[in-house]
């Protein structure tokens, strides 16, 4: 987890340009760079590092002396590089897992190196024999990435929009900055003068589909056919391995641990893992939450029952509300579900940074979505709805969780790593009959929790443990975060605000108080720039007006199962 920064064809001075880029510098602790382009004076690469591999050769840009002009700045992990280096034969300069997209992009071209890429990446490669710039990002963008680019040609790409929002630029009083599409990739010209063009934009991956990177993994050989116990042991063999290829790193793991399905599961694999890696310490496990919260006493359970070194956080309803204002501006979004789930998230980062020398957090984010875990699933008309809107959430991660889990933990200088969204695993559970993966007898992700049922790799309770949404987990059923918020926010936004809401806030105009509340922190930290949220996160299927899963009449409370 790094920072990366760029600009092509800055008209103003770049001395003063890269002190936007100081504003993602939480994202690498351990060091930064600003590189100017040989030849093109308004060009320049910024870097913050977070040294995860290669301690000596792993800042950044990437210059190979086999490839002197291409220059790589990059933010992720490619899991399968040693893989590729082997099977093509490339001779490495560094130890670095990125330095595989140059050997690759010199062999043969983008198209081939990002489908080539297992992992999750935002990079910018610069090629200054053939004048390109390439841009792309992973599938679900698990790695953030933004861009601004002008009608002159001047182009500026963050991992983080606050890096951007402050740039000068001659043409453009207001430079427009907006995330770049997970699962894509852009070309662009570059002109003597260091201006680009955009050439095009491709989508390179389906979620759906088997990616490319696939025939050259060792992943032991799947069943074929949809026979149920084939497909619990396929599931089983491909979520093993997306663990165990995310051990990936030189420094210590530790993993989040809510006491929920997917968090536990993540766990579980994780310490038998690590055990078999031969690791040499003790895996951390950390849960937050208030007194008496559901998630502190299953997280307990599941700690017990692995053996993990467990880190309980606890925090009551007023440094929760304190940190809304921090967490609004590391998220760079208002959406209402978003917010309420990323304080606990936010905290206990602060935590594990404070505390700890754990840097590289696993974590389930991306379980719900893929497997059709939130609680409306139950209401889905047909398995094929079910089926449509689970890859609709997937291609919406980038705005919601998977946004989430990046900004709390890279605003404390960790980084998170998300086996659920691992692309073989993903792929064919994607691929699946839709019927295999809607809710049953009453409860959600069925069929992951029988392909995991006979494992013993968590207590039972805790397998069948039906859905918390992790915010509404945090606090008791009595008193939930959700109803602490509202009582605060009563006291903040009054009616006549609301009254007038549609004409202050005209686009995704808050329906609520907390909504207001939200919104108006935004727009304190980043006026104007609404438009990065498309639209609030809602469950489907009901007259939701809320996004809290304590609203909807299937919930069951910990104090009733």
């Given at each position: 987890?790094?920072?990366?920064?760029?600009?092509?064809?800055?008209?103003?001075?770049?001395?003063?340009?890269?002190?936007?880029?100081?504003?993602?510098?939480?994202?690498?602790?351990?060091?930064?760079?600003?590189?100017?382009?040989?030849?093109?004076?308004?060009?320049?690469?910024?870097?913050?590092?977070?040294?995860?591999?290669?301690?000596?050769?792993?800042?950044?840009?990437?210059?190979?002396?086999?490839?002197?002009?291409?220059?790589?700045?990059?933010?992720?992990?490619?899991?399968?590089?040693?893989?590729?280096?082997?099977?093509?034969?490339?001779?490495?300069?560094?130890?670095?897992?990125?330095?595989?997209?140059?050997?690759?992009?010199?062999?043969?071209?983008?198209?081939?190196?990002?489908?080539?890429?297992?992992?999750?990446?935002?990079f910018i490669l610069l090629d200054t024999a053939n004048k390109k710039v390439f841009l792309g990002r992973d599938?679900?963008?698990?790695?953030?990435?933004?861009?601004?680019?002008?009608?002159?040609?001047?182009?500026?790409?963050?991992?983080?929009?606050?890096?951007?929002?402050?740039?000068?630029?001659?043409?453009?009083?207001?430079?427009?900055?907006?995330?770049?599409?997970?699962?894509?990739?852009?070309?662009?010209?570059?002109?003597?003068?260091?201006?680009?063009?955009?050439?095009?934009?491709?989508?390179?991956?389906?979620?759906?589909?088997?990616?490319?990177?696939?025939?050259?993994?060792?992943?032991?050989?799947?069943?074929?056919?949809?026979?149920?116990?084939?497909?619990?042991?396929?599931?089983?063999?491909?979520?093993?391995?997306?663990?165990?290829?995310?051990?990936?790193?030189?420094?210590?793991?530790?993993?989040?641990?809510?006491?929920?399905?997917?968090?536990?599961?993540?766990?579980?694999?994780?310490?038998?893992?690590?055990?078999?890696?031969?690791?040499?310490?003790?895996?951390?496990?950390?849960?937050?939450?208030?007194?008496?919260?559901?998630?502190?006493?299953?997280?307990?359970?599941?700690?017990?029952?692995?053996?993990?070194?467990?880190?309980?956080?606890?925090?009551?309803?007023?440094?929760?509300?304190?940190?809304?204002?921090?967490?609004?501006?590391?998220?760079?979004?208002?959406?209402?579900?978003?917010?309420?789930?990323?304080?606990?998230?936010?905290?206990?980062?602060?935590?594990?940074?404070?505390?700890?020398?754990?840097?590289?957090?696993?974590?389930?984010?991306?379980?719900?979505?893929?497997?059709?875990?939130?609680?409306?699933?139950?209401?889905?008309?047909?398995?094929?709805?079910?089926?449509?809107?689970?890859?609709?959430?997937?291609?919406?991660?980038?705005?919601?969780?998977?946004?989430?889990?990046?900004?709390?933990?890279?605003?404390?200088?960790?980084?998170?790593?998300?086996?659920?969204?691992?692309?073989?695993?993903?792929?064919?559970?994607?691929?699946?009959?839709?019927?295999?993966?809607?809710?049953?007898?009453?409860?959600?992700?069925?069929?992951?929790?029988?392909?995991?049922?006979?494992?013993?790799?968590?207590?039972?309770?805790?397998?069948?443990?039906?859905?918390?949404?992790?915010?509404?987990?945090?606090?008791?059923?009595?008193?939930?975060?959700?109803?602490?918020?509202?009582?605060?926010?009563?006291?903040?936004v009054d009616d006549t605000m609301m009254a007038n809401a549609a004409q202050k806030y005209p686009f995704n105009?808050?329906?609520?108080?907390?909504?207001?509340?939200?919104?108006?922190?935004?727009?304190?930290?980043?006026?104007?720039?609404?438009?990065?949220?498309?639209?609030?996160?809602?469950?489907?299927?009901?007259?939701?007006?809320?996004?809290?899963?304590?609203?909807?009449?299937?919930?069951?409370?910990?104090a009733k199962a």
């Amino acid at each position: 987890m790094c920072g990366i920064w760029a600009l092509f064809g800055s008209d103003d001075c770049l001395s003063v340009q890269c002190l936007s880029a100081m504003k993602i510098a939480h994202r690498g602790p351990d060091a930064f760079r600003f590189e100017n382009v040989n030849g093109y004076t308004n060009c320049c690469f910024g870097f913050h590092r977070l040294a995860v591999v290669d301690q000596l050769f792993g800042m950044q840009p990437i210059r190979l002396k086999k490839y002197p002009y291409l220059w790589l700045c990059y933010n992720g992990e490619i899991y399968n590089h040693k893989k590729m280096q082997q099977h093509f034969e490339f001779e490495y300069q560094t130890k670095v897992d990125g330095e595989i997209i140059l050997h690759l992009y010199d062999k043969g071209g983008i198209e081939q190196t990002i489908c080539m890429l297992d992992g999750v990446f935002a990079f910018i490669l610069l090629d200054t024999a053939n004048k390109k710039v390439f841009l792309g990002r992973d599938t679900y963008g698990v790695r953030p990435l933004f861009k601004a680019m002008t009608e002159d040609g001047f182009l500026a790409v963050c991992s983080e929009a606050k890096g951007l929002v402050t740039l000068k630029h001659s043409m453009t009083p207001f430079l427009k900055v907006e995330p770049f599409l997970p699962g894509h990739y852009e070309v662009l010209d570059l002109k003597p003068n260091g201006k680009v063009a955009s050439v095009e934009m491709v989508k390179y991956h389906h979620c759906r589909d088997e990616p490319l990177h696939a025939l050259y993994d060792n992943v032991e050989k799947l069943f074929p056919g949809f026979e149920i116990e084939t497909v619990k042991n396929n599931l089983r063999i491909l979520f093993n391995n997306a663990v165990k290829k995310r051990l990936m790193t030189d420094r210590r793991i530790a993993c989040l641990l809510s006491g929920g399905l997917d968090s536990s599961l993540v766990a579980a694999t994780l310490l038998k893992q690590l055990k078999e890696a031969q690791v040499q310490y003790t895996l951390q496990t950390f849960a937050i939450g208030m007194e008496d919260s559901p998630d502190l006493l299953a997280a307990r359970k599941v700690a017990n029952h692995i053996g993990s070194e467990h880190h309980e956080v606890l925090f009551n309803s007023e440094e929760g509300i304190q940190a809304l204002d921090e967490v609004i501006f590391s998220l760079e979004t208002y959406d209402i579900t978003t917010v309420r789930a990323s304080v606990g998230m936010y905290l206990i980062s602060k935590y594990i940074r404070k505390n700890t020398d754990s840097v590289v957090i696993f974590s389930g984010e991306g379980s719900d979505e893929l497997t059709q875990g939130y609680i409306y699933f139950h209401k889905a008309p047909s398995p094929e709805k079910a089926e449509e809107e689970s890859e609709r959430l997937l291609k919406e991660l980038y705005l919601f969780d998977v946004l989430r889990a990046d900004r709390t933990t890279a605003a404390h200088g960790l980084e998170l790593r998300v086996p659920f969204l691992d692309h073989r695993f993903s792929s064919y559970y994607l691929s699946l009959p839709p019927e295999m993966r809607i809710p049953k007898n009453g409860i959600e992700k069925h069929l992951l929790r029988e392909a995991f049922e006979d494992s013993n790799l968590i207590p039972k309770e805790i397998l069948w443990r039906p859905k918390e949404a992790f915010s509404d987990g945090i606090t008791s059923v009595k008193n939930s975060w959700f109803k602490i918020l509202q009582e605060y926010v009563e006291h903040q936004v009054d009616d006549t605000m609301m009254a007038n809401a549609a004409q202050k806030y005209p686009f995704n105009t808050p329906k609520t108080k907390e909504g207001y509340y939200y919104r108006q922190i935004f727009e304190r930290h980043y006026p104007g720039r609404a438009d990065w949220l498309t639209h609030y996160w809602m469950p489907k299927w009901i007259n939701a007006t809320d996004p809290s899963a304590r609203t909807l009449t299937h919930y069951k409370s910990s104090a009733k199962a």
